[in-house]
């Protein structure tokens, strides 16, 4: 038996034995009980107050807390359609629920996973089994994710609806959307649901402002840290007036973001010049305001105007060896939505319709001078004029109108579409008074697309089968301006493509009472080159319009089991790209390239059990093997970039009393590399065999309405490590920070 199998057999057995235990609790007082929130002829009593399940699901939309069972009370039979549960309190866990009931690979991240934390969002959703985080830099800098072995350049990125990719291509930046707007984070593995366009070779990450709330939720908080770091928040959140509501918000973010670094001073064989260095010419200043009023509106509908704008300017450190006195890198995101949308589920209405219209704006600038050591090959010229400096810059416009219908055309038979047209426009600039230096070409995007999706399920007893199927196609234009690339001496003609990706998805299901769900799914996804790959930039890069399609493979069986105390998920899947493109760079030159295939296959495992009513025990984990199974350029068996085999977390929370909440996390990766080639290495240190991390949150109300408390993350008592500070052309010269080590934070807040 291969290791591969053997872990299968090892999970299964682990699942089994939980569940076999937990079948014979018991409900008690304090336990944990997970309430269904659509059941159509369901009343519940809730503290002698009647519900019906559409009312205690919209209740919760916004505020979704536990609640301990205090007691059980039998039930009571009502008519033949009709069931009555009385229970004095109800935990009724609606995100627990909605992960539950999906049909897919799902995650809904909450903001009590990263309040009081220096946690940004890639950080928040780095923790989900399967996904792996890279950071090029401290706080502020570019951090991207991969999903299952997929690139973030594939991973599409919404906010409140709005597409954020740029058809220019690369990764959506997670460390420039702000938290402490965030109220909602779903993250999609592996199949992807139409309203986001059913078509992601690398899953879905879909991010909703905070909205309404209900009550008066104002507040505002502090925080400061390790590197200089400090923050102020501030929210209001009231009623303007019957049927008006007002969410306000407005945060700003500093960090010197000055730790200590390994220099071996480019000299990784001599020892003799290496020193304990700290990072220069890093710091960071993020400021982000949101305004979003709601409406209500005859017939349960809801009109929403969503407004948010966030900058923010980080210095850029030089590489390892190098010092880069005045680079930095400014990044501006500014976001406006205006959505109609249904403020009551309401489980008989045959077709509800959702609206929305967006418009995003992201800006990106990087300027460095004759002064800065470590800026790139085209740089390398500059350093020998004398006060020269450079300034690239890019704008990416994008607008967006969709329209969704959900229609019930038959008991347990449901449909979604979704049309969507999006419109990018990308408009760069190049200033400078020395050489001329590389910039992207300015260019533009048109899609249209439309995207269904039908399930049915069957109520039979115990089980509840179902089956879904999906499809999606796009029409897709882009085109480029061109024009003359002085560093390869060449022009590059003005170019129009057209092409028509197109995606379809199915799968299978069985719920088992409220116990258990098994599901086993299958997906075939399209993506064409973006601007960049296709056409290069004013550099050296080497267009390549004749680049092909990337095709994926998507195959994923499930296993869900939840039962009072315990909750539990293990997921097998199979995720390959053909025609995968990546850029080859010959030493001199970097020319865009189809790589024949890459196969990612693996296990992952999660699990939140609760011994006991003060006690939360949460452990996941992920083995897979991410390889390149393509004979080009010397790849196969080699480790895909950041995908270490094998990754496990752990953590507890403990609530001793109503005012004291203690959290401890910990996790191990193994040895991963951060190039294709894998040569670097981490850890760097050749005798470590995996990096692993300390992470501690103390939480204590000292008052009704005062909260502070104490966290640190990537806790360890080494004095520094190998990795810190060190890049590679692989990743675009930058310098890719690891960790910084022992970031603690002390922080407050206040309810108003």
């Known amino acids: 038996m291969n290791s591969f199998s053997f872990s299968i057999v090892l999970i299964a057995w682990v699942t089994c034995g939980f569940i076999c235990k937990t079948l014979g609790d018991s409900i008690s007082s304090g336990d944990t009980l997970s309430v269904p929130l659509v059941q159509k002829h369901t009343l519940t009593f809730v503290n002698d107050t009647i519900y019906d399940a559409t009312s205690i699901t919209d209740s919760l939309m916004h505020y979704e807390q536990p609640l301990c069972v205090d007691t059980v009370k039998s039930s009571k039979p009502g008519t033949a359609d009709v069931q009555f549960v009385k229970l004095d309190k109800v935990y009724v866990d609606a995100v627990a629920e909605r992960e539950f009931n999906s049909n897919q690979s799902l995650t809904i991240i909450k903001p009590e996973k990263w309040i009081d934390t220096r946690k940004n969002l890639a950080d928040v959703i780095a923790d989900i089994p399967g996904v792996q985080t890279r950071k090029y830099g401290g706080e502020g800098s570019l951090q991207t994710v991969s999903i299952r072995g997929v690139d973030g350049k594939e991973v599409q990125v919404f906010l409140d609806g709005v597409h954020l990719n740029s058809a220019m291509g690369g990764a959506v930046d997670l460390g420039l959307i702000e938290l402490e707007n965030v109220d909602e984070i779903k993250v999609y593995k592996g199949i992807v649901p139409s309203s986001y366009g059913g078509n992601s070779l690398g899953g879905v990450i879909a991010i909703t402002s905070k909205k309404h709330l209900k009550g008066n939720a104002s507040g505002i908080g502090v925080s400061f840290g390790a590197y200089g770091y400090r923050k102020a928040t501030l929210q209001l959140n009231s009623s303007v007036k019957d049927g008006i509501r007002l969410f306000s918000a407005v945060s700003y973010t500093s960090s010197h973001n000055d730790w200590k670094y390994f220099d071996r001073n480019k000299t990784s064989v001599i020892t003799s010049d290496d020193t304990i260095a700290t990072v220069r010419n890093h710091e960071h200043q993020k400021i982000a305001i949101s305004i979003i009023p709601s409406i209500e509106?005859?017939?349960?509908?809801?009109?929403?105007?969503?407004?948010?704008?966030?900058?923010?300017?980080?210095?850029?450190?030089?590489?390892?060896?190098?010092?880069?006195?005045?680079?930095?890198?400014?990044?501006?995101?500014?976001?406006?939505?205006?959505?109609?949308?249904?403020?009551?589920?309401?489980?008989?209405?045959?077709?509800?319709?959702?609206?929305?219209?967006?418009?995003?704006?992201?800006?990106?600038?990087?300027?460095?001078?004759?002064?800065?050591?470590?800026?790139?090959?085209?740089?390398?010229?500059?350093?020998?004029?004398?006060?020269?400096?450079?300034?690239?810059?890019?704008?990416?416009?994008?607008?967006?109108?969709?329209?969704?219908?959900?229609?019930?055309?038959?008991?347990?038979?449901?449909?979604?579409?979704?049309?969507?047209?999006?419109?990018?426009?990308?408009?760069?600039?190049?200033?400078?008074?020395?050489?001329?230096?590389?910039?992207?070409?300015?260019?533009?995007?048109?899609?249209?697309?439309?995207?269904?999706?039908?399930?049915?399920?069957?109520?039979?007893?115990?089980?509840?089968?179902g089956a879904h199927i999906s499809l999606a196609g796009k029409l897709s234009r882009s085109e480029t301006d061109g024009g003359n690339n002085t560093v390869l001496s060449e022009v590059v003609k003005r170019s129009?493509?057209?092409?028509?990706?197109?995606?379809?998805?199915?799968?299978?299901?069985?719920?088992?009472?409220?116990?258990?769900?098994?599901?086993?799914?299958?997906?075939?996804?399209?993506?064409?080159?973006?601007?960049?790959?296709?056409?290069?930039?004013?550099?050296?890069?080497?267009?390549?319009?004749?680049?092909?399609?990337?095709?994926?493979?998507?195959?994923?069986?499930?296993?869900?089991?939840?039962?009072?105390?315990?909750?539990?998920?293990?997921?097998?899947?199979?995720?390959?790209?053909?025609?995968?493109?990546?850029?080859?760079?010959?030493?001199?030159?970097?020319?865009?390239?189809?790589?024949?295939?890459?196969?990612?296959?693996?296990?992952?495992?999660?699990?939140?059990?609760?011994?006991?009513?003060?006690?939360?025990?949460?452990?996941?984990?992920?083995?897979?093997?991410?390889?390149?199974?393509?004979?080009?350029?010397?790849?196969?068996?080699?480790?895909?970039?950041?995908?270490?085999?094998?990754?496990?977390?752990?953590?507890?929370?403990?609530?001793?009393?109503?005012?004291?909440?203690?959290?401890?996390?910990?996790?191990?990766?193994?040895?991963?590399?951060?190039?294709?080639?894998?040569?670097?290495?981490?850890?760097?240190?050749?005798?470590?065999?995996?990096?692993?991390?300390?992470?501690?949150?103390m939480s204590i109300k000292v008052a009704k309405n005062i909260t502070t408390g104490f966290s640190i993350s990537n806790l360890t008592t080494d004095v520094i490590r190998y990795e810190t500070l060190i890049s590679g052309t692989q990743e675009s010269n930058y310098s890719w920070t690891v960790f910084p080590q022992n970031e603690w934070n002390f922080y407050l807040r206040i309810k108003i």
């Open 297 to 465: 509106l005859p017939n349960d509908k809801v009109l929403q105007l969503s407004a948010s704008i966030t900058s923010s300017a980080t210095g850029i450190p030089g590489t390892e060896g190098s010092v880069n006195k005045t680079a930095k890198a400014k990044e501006s995101i500014a976001l406006f939505t205006l959505s109609s949308l249904d403020h009551r589920i309401d489980s008989l209405k045959k077709v509800s319709f959702t609206k929305k219209i967006g418009y995003g704006y992201t800006g990106n600038s990087v300027f460095y001078t004759s002064l800065d050591s470590s800026m790139g090959a085209a740089h390398g010229n500059m350093v020998m004029f004398h006060d020269s400096y450079c300034r690239l810059g890019s704008d990416l416009h994008n607008i967006n109108m969709s329209i969704q219908s959900k229609i019930r055309i038959l008991p347990g038979l449901t449909s979604d579409i979704t049309a969507s047209a999006n419109y990018s426009k990308i408009l760069t600039n190049t200033e400078t008074n020395s050489i001329i230096t590389g910039n992207d070409w300015p260019g533009s995007s048109q899609e249209v697309s439309l995207a269904g999706d039908a399930d049915w399920n069957f109520q039979s007893g115990v089980f509840h089968p």
């Open 496 to 697: 129009d493509e057209i092409d028509y990706p197109w995606s379809m998805a199915g799968g299978i299901y069985c719920g088992i009472a409220e116990y258990g769900r098994i599901f086993i799914n299958g997906a075939k996804y399209m993506a064409v080159p973006s601007l960049r790959e296709r056409y290069g930039f004013n550099g050296a890069v080497i267009p390549n319009p004749d680049l092909q399609n990337e095709d994926g493979n998507v195959f994923e069986a499930g296993l869900r089991f939840k039962k009072l105390r315990l909750k539990l998920e293990s997921i097998f899947f199979m995720q390959s790209i053909k025609n995968g493109i990546v850029f080859h760079n010959d030493g001199k030159m970097s020319k865009p390239v189809n790589i024949g295939r890459t196969l990612t296959k693996g296990v992952e495992l999660s699990s939140i059990y609760y011994p006991w009513q003060f006690l939360k025990l949460d452990i996941s984990g992920t083995w897979q093997q991410a390889r390149n199974v393509s004979t080009d350029y010397n790849q196969y068996g080699r480790l895909l970039p950041n995908e270490p085999d094998f990754t496990i977390s752990g953590g507890t929370e403990l609530s001793i009393h109503k005012r004291f909440t203690l959290n401890y996390s910990l996790e191990f990766k193994t040895v991963y590399y951060r190039d294709d080639g894998n040569v670097l290495r981490v850890p760097a240190n050749e005798k470590e065999v995996g990096s692993l991390f300390h992470n501690v949150n």
